[in-house]
């Protein structure tokens, strides 16, 4: 079974602070996300790689970052945290392969900016 | 990108087949159909994925109309811990072409 393994289940910071969210996964997967789900919004691609030291915008990029410096692990970065990125994050990875390759998703990271 | 439709909730009772339809009228040629399931506090769990016709696994059956322009999710014998969200998508999984995940349907199981 894929496993993708985000590093907290729950964060808390305060406004301001540079925030760090650790993904790996360990089916050497090519493409990871990065997503935020509110209530009311459904889930948001924040960041998507597709390779090493790739990365592409999704939905909703501002005010974050990410880094993706070993295949098996992608970080999404909260620069300077602010209340309104309170969320629930979920980091996903998939195979490029023929056909279309789903995307199995870590149980996700609940962060709170106070 | 394909915009999908689906109910916002329903309801069912335990041993019930659940059938939750998804309207996707511009549908691409290349797009394929996947079903995700959600318990609160987990991520997105991948269930059934089709092009055309029929697809079954051991949790679910997909069937596709031959114009593609929607689907169904069939979820045999429905248990309590089927209670979650199920999103539909709709596209290809490569990289530049992502999906969206819409606001899903919050199935309840009732005894």
């Known amino acids: 079974d894929v496993k993708v393994t985000q590093s907290s289940r729950y964060l808390v910071k305060r406004t301001g602070e540079k925030v760090f969210l650790e993904c790996v996964q360990d089916?050497?997967?090519?493409?990871m996300f990065w997503y935020r789900q509110d209530p009311g919004l459904g889930l948001r691609l924040i960041y998507f790689?597709?390779?090493?030291?790739?990365?592409e915008k999704g939905d909703i990029p501002e005010g974050y970052s990410v880094s993706r410096e070993k295949k098996e692990r992608f970080s999404l970065i909260l620069e300077s945290a602010s209340t309104n990125q309170t969320s629930m994050y979920l980091c996903?990875?998939?195979?490029?392969?023929?056909?279309?390759?789903?995307?199995?998703f870590g149980d996700g990271t609940r962060l709170s900016i106070l | 990108l394909a915009k999908t439709t689906q109910p916002i909730s329903m309801d069912s009772y335990e041993g019930q087949e659940v059938n939750i339809t998804c309207s996707h009228n511009?549908?691409?040629?290349?797009?394929?159909i996947t079903w995700y399931q959600q318990f609160p506090s987990q991520g997105p769990r991948f269930i059934i994925q089709?092009?055309?016709t029929k697809v079954t696994n051991e949790v679910a059956s997909l069937f596709i109309p031959a114009d593609r322009k929607s689907s169904t999710l069939s979820l045999p014998r429905v248990s309590l811990s089927d209670t979650a969200v199920y999103y539909c998508?709709?596209?290809?999984?490569?990289?530049?072409?992502?999906?969206?995940f819409g606001g899903g349907t919050r199935l309840m199981v009732k005894p």
């Open positions: 996903a990875s998939s195979s490029t392969g023929p056909g279309n390759q789903p995307q199995h």
């Open positions: 089916m050497d997967h090519e493409n």
């Open positions: 790689s597709y390779d090493v030291k790739m990365k």
């Open positions: 511009n549908i691409a040629t290349n797009d394929y």
């Open positions: 089709g092009y055309k």
């Open positions: 998508l709709v596209g290809v999984y490569n990289a530049g072409n992502m999906l969206t």
